[in-house]
């Protein structure tokens, strides 16, 4: 399970819980303001040219699609090329490869300042008990407790009350 605490400047910490990465990817983008595509996205030229209706980069595509013929050109036309608008900017495309956790932590990141996300059981729980800063001190009480309260909703930790 993976564990996302949200520490909003004006508003009080939010915690909530995905059940995978695919989870995850569904829950930031359903809150987003940007597409799936544009938070995390996986192609190749070839791919795009297909998609605005162009089977090969003939005259009419080069005309049309300057920019999509010259990743083709520059990269190879099945080169995977990564798209993460939070990560890299707006519509950049890369052939690096920019994995799913770090483009969901830049949208996360992006929308509502410091959010803390857990990637197991384990180190939220670990988190809970003082082993991230980000949650330390009386100031983060607040955030402290909203983990918690998930935890024990979650049955990984057991309410001693």
């Not at 819980?17 to 569904?26: I, S, T, V």
């Not at 994995?99 to 509502?112: E, F, H, K, S, T």
């Not at 003082?130 to 935890?151: C, I, M, S």
């Amino acid at each position: 399970m993976i564990h996302v605490v949200e520490l909003p400047e004006q508003d009080p910490p939010r915690a909530w819980f995905a059940y995978d990465d695919a989870d995850l990817a569904r829950k930031v983008a359903a809150s987003d303001p940007f597409e799936a595509w544009e938070i995390h996205d996986e192609l190749t030229a070839r791919e795009l040219l297909e998609a605005a209706g162009h089977t090969m980069p003939d005259e009419a595509a080069r005309r049309a699609f300057p920019a999509i013929c010259g990743l083709g050109d520059a990269h190879g036309w099945d080169t995977r090329l990564y798209r993460a608008d939070h990560l890299l900017g707006r519509g950049v495309l890369r052939t690096e490869a920019v994995g799913l956790r770090d483009a969901l932590a830049a949208a996360l990141a992006a929308r509502c300042g410091s959010t803390c996300i857990y990637w197991n059981d384990s180190d939220a729980v670990a988190a809970f008990e003082g082993a991230d800063p980000r949650l330390a001190g009386e100031a983060r009480w607040w955030a402290r407790r909203a983990l918690y309260e998930q935890l024990v909703e979650l049955e990984v930790l057991a309410d001693d009350n």
